[in-house]
């Protein structure tokens, strides 16, 4: 058994390969419940008729030094473990590459080019999820629906079990909190004799500058091959991310514990009409969102467990609310809403 180092300690969190698996502990408690927000586009509205889960690559998050590779500190790493880098993924098989003078030329770069290329290879087979502990978040509302777009609640423990079931291809995955911090420490990836790149990868993939603490992130990492790296970053008049379909990550509906709809999902620009009584007439579409087929698909499988967001009065305070409701079908494109006179508010 190997004596090396397989965990780093990082203020209050532990960061550990252990039989395997990606591990990390710490003193937040795990929720039963995730919360995914969504815009209403056309990519969560497939996202939620096809049950699947997009695990984005870093590239695509909204934070540029989320999970970024200038958090390796590679100043330690020796000539002989440089060197089986590049002959592993067959750098050396291409005759034009000199290895010794690209060793040299790195080293005075601080290794930027061998940190760029090893994160490459890590997040081609590493998708992460992002989802929050709190429903009714006001920021995330704001930030990540524009208050018209809509709230999946998944259970845990299905969400857990579901995604072995339903992805043949996945090797593993990680759920953990995500730790925020004041200010970004490097991690130095060869001075604590890791016994695999593993452990450094997990801690650059789950620190976040605390000015992004409102959003109480879980991090779910999926672990599979082929995944792809978006390389219009890298080079112009390339595909946007090959091998995109691989990122989908499938559920079944039966880990869907409810689903809120933001306060203004039914306006003018989704309706037709909207008579009093709560009677919605549903466009067919808007701005290429199958509108109507999205509340259909809600009210064949979700009217039990529907909700949305609005606002309410208390005690001369105006509070942020989620209230039961379900609806009722009076045609084809046109549904009642049934308020139940149930929920809570913050």
């Not at 005759?95 to 003078?101: A, G, R, S, V």
């Not at 978040?137 to 777009?149: K, P, T, V």
Request: charged share 25%; with cysteine.
């Amino acid at each position: 058994m190997s004596t090396r180092n397989q965990k780093f300690v990082y203020k209050d969190f532990t960061y550990k390969l252990e039989n395997g698996k990606h591990v990390v502990e710490s003193k937040i408690a795990r929720p039963e419940i995730f919360n995914k927000y969504y815009y209403l586009n056309t990519y969560s509205v497939d996202a939620l008729m096809n049950s699947y889960l997009y695990a984005s690559h870093p590239w695509e998050f909204n934070d540029s030094i989320d999970c970024s590779s200038l958090l390796w500190d590679f100043s330690n790493i020796t000539k002989e473990i440089y060197y089986k880098f590049y002959e592993h993924y067959g750098f050396t098989r291409d005759p034009n590459f000199d290895l010794e003078e690209h060793y040299e030329k790195d080293k005075n770069q601080g290794y930027s080019s061998i940190k760029g290329d090893f994160w490459f290879f890590a997040t081609n087979t590493t998708g992460l999820i992002s989802l929050a502990s709190s429903p009714i978040n006001i920021l995330m509302w704001s930030h990540y629906s524009s208050e018209n777009g809509f709230l999946v609640q998944l259970d845990r423990e299905k969400l857990i079990q579901n995604i072995f079931l339903e992805n043949a291809d996945l090797n593993n995955y990680c759920l953990r909190p995500i730790q925020y911090v004041k200010e970004l420490d490097m991690i130095d990836v060869f001075g604590y004799d890791f016994n695999t790149p593993d452990v450094p990868f997990l801690y650059i993939s789950n620190v976040k500058r605390i000015e992004w603490e409102y959003e109480q992130e879980w991090r779910l990492s999926i672990y599979k091959r082929n995944m792809g790296v978006p390389m219009s970053k890298i080079y112009i008049d390339t595909p946007d991310l090959p091998n995109k379909e691989n990122r989908k990550i499938f559920y079944s509906k039966e880990a869907i514990s409810s689903i809120t709809l933001g306060k203004d999902v039914f306006s003018p620009l989704s309706c037709s009409k909207i008579s009093d009584g709560l009677i919605l007439e549903i466009k067919e579409n808007v701005k290429d969102v199958p509108m109507l087929s999205f509340v259909n698909y809600i009210y064949e499988n979700f009217n039990d467990r529907l909700y949305m967001c609005g606002e309410i009065e208390k005690s001369n305070k105006l509070l942020r609310s989620v209230e039961k409701i379900s609806f009722e079908k009076l045609d084809l494109n046109t549904f009642r809403v049934i308020r139940h006179n149930e929920g809570f508010h913050i």
